[in-house]
């Protein structure tokens, strides 16, 4: 198996992975805060939502240009938290789909292709999917730290 279908099978396997973390989490669950300031569970899925077009974009400006500038994604300040998780979620799996098949449309050697990031310096194409890979595993991680403390606490409904 190439490291090309390794990469996309892990970004496929996100929303599943996230949509079975959030199975027994309640809405008052998704928001609850382990201190002011902190994301809750509904932040982390609203950020996921909200970063993957953004990611895309960068993805398709390097398929497309030479070896593009990249700036650096900072994190959203707020999240819009008015919307149930499910749909949350669901916003962040449809993008998501949309990123997976744009990569599996790519050829072997656009995955080579060079750019300049605003923090790495210059990388590749591959090295961004591996970066959103280990975005992923770093939110995924966020999320079960939360439902632990929550079920410490003795807060999951």
Do not use: K
Not at 4 to 9: G, K, N, P
């Amino acid at each position: 198996m190439s490291r090309r279908s390794v990469l996309i099978e892990s970004l496929q396997a996100t929303p599943r992975d996230l949509a079975r973390l959030l199975r027994p989490v309640s809405s008052a669950d998704a928001l609850w805060r382990p201190a002011p300031g902190d994301w809750c569970i509904a932040d982390v899925v609203a950020h996921l939502g909200a970063i993957e077009p953004r990611y895309l974009a960068r993805l398709r400006r390097v398929a497309e240009q030479d070896n593009p500038r990249e700036p650096y994604l900072h994190p959203d300040a707020a999240h819009d938290l008015s919307r149930p998780l499910a749909e949350l979620l669901a916003a962040f799996t449809q993008a998501r789909a949309e990123t997976a098949a744009f990569l599996q449309g790519l050829e072997q050697r656009d995955w080579g292709r060079p750019l300049v990031h605003e923090t790495v310096g210059p990388t590749r194409l591959r090295d961004q999917v591996q970066a959103l890979v280990a975005h992923d595993n770093d939110h995924l991680e966020q999320i079960v730290t939360l439902r632990e403390r929550l079920e410490a606490l003795g807060l999951m409904s």
